[in-house]
Every structure is written in C-alpha cells, then in structure tokens.
C-alpha cells in the first residue's frame, strides 16, 4: 500500500476512537444532566464509532499491513449548556469527513482503487453522520428550550439502539 495512504488509514483508527472517546464524554455529560435519552443516543455514537475504527483496522490488517496504535487525546467536556454538545458533534463530524475525503483524495492519486472502493462506505456513512448531528442541533434549537419539548426529545433518543456496522457485520 502506498505509504501516504496506509499512514492516513492508520490516523483515522485513531480519530475513530477519539470520537468514540468524545461521544462518551457527550453521553456523560447528558448522563450527569439527567437526560438519560439523548446519553443513550450518545453511548451508541460512542459503539458505532469503535465499528469505524474496527473496519479500518481490519481493512489494514487484511491488506497486510501493520495497524500501529497510538495514544487518544482527552475531549474537551467543559460544555456550558445542553446546546453545546450537538454543535461540537456536529463540528466534529464535519472535520471526520474532511480526513476521510483526504485519504480518498490520496488513495485517488496513488492510483489505489481499492481503497478508494473501500471508502466509500465511509463517504456515504458521513452524510448519515453530518444529516444525524445537524438535524439535533435543529431540533434542539427548535424544542430544546421548553420543557416539554425537551423531554419529548430525550424519550425519542431513548428509543435508538444498535446496530453494527454493515462491513462489520458482514466480515
Ligand atoms: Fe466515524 O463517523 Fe462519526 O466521527
């Protein structure tokens, strides 16, 4: 595999566990707020997250290439409202689609078709992601500031459950 390519690869198994690691801390915080629905929605991100980080870690080792892991930052948690965390997860997921746009823009030029195949699972999945973390912000926006509103919203997210990644599952 071309070097650029594996080395990109190799950072995004990372930032697939510092979004994990984010999420969580997301979670936490609606956790301590007591909207136990939108925690919930979070502990999920946080599993469907470690699945992104599983398929790049699977598509390396299947390539035969070595997955070196490296230290995960600490997120920043000091959110001041219940606004906040839906702005940075919706930050966050556009800057994810930035790196994964960049590794298919290296795997293009380095004529490596394979994973420019392999990403586009990821480039489908990050239209789902940004839609996800925009469409909260919106509803919060919207409902969040009312108290009915907001725990109509926290029993919504109380419903979602997961489900594992496609590529996982079909590994
Ligand atoms: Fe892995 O999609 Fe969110 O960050």
Partial sequence: MD?????????QI??????AYLYMAIADYY???GLKGF???????TQEERDHALIFRKYLLDNDCKVVLTEIAQPDASFSDHLSPL??????EKYITGTINDIYAAATEAKDFRTVNFLKWFIDEQLEEEAN???????????GNDAKGLYDLDREYQ?????????????
């Fill in 31 to 33: 956790e301590d707020e």
């Fill in 3 to 11: 070097e650029k390519v594996y080395e990109l690869i190799n950072d």
């Fill in 39 to 45: 925690a919930n929605w979070y502990m999920i991100q």
């Fill in 159 to 171: 419903a979602r459950t997961y489900v594992q990644a496609a590529p996982l599952a079909t590994a």
């Fill in 87 to 92: 702005q940075a997860a919706l930050e966050h």
């Fill in 14 to 19: 990372n930032k697939e566990f510092y979004s």
């Fill in 133 to 143: 973390a925009r469409d909260m912000v919106t509803n919060f926006k919207l409902f």
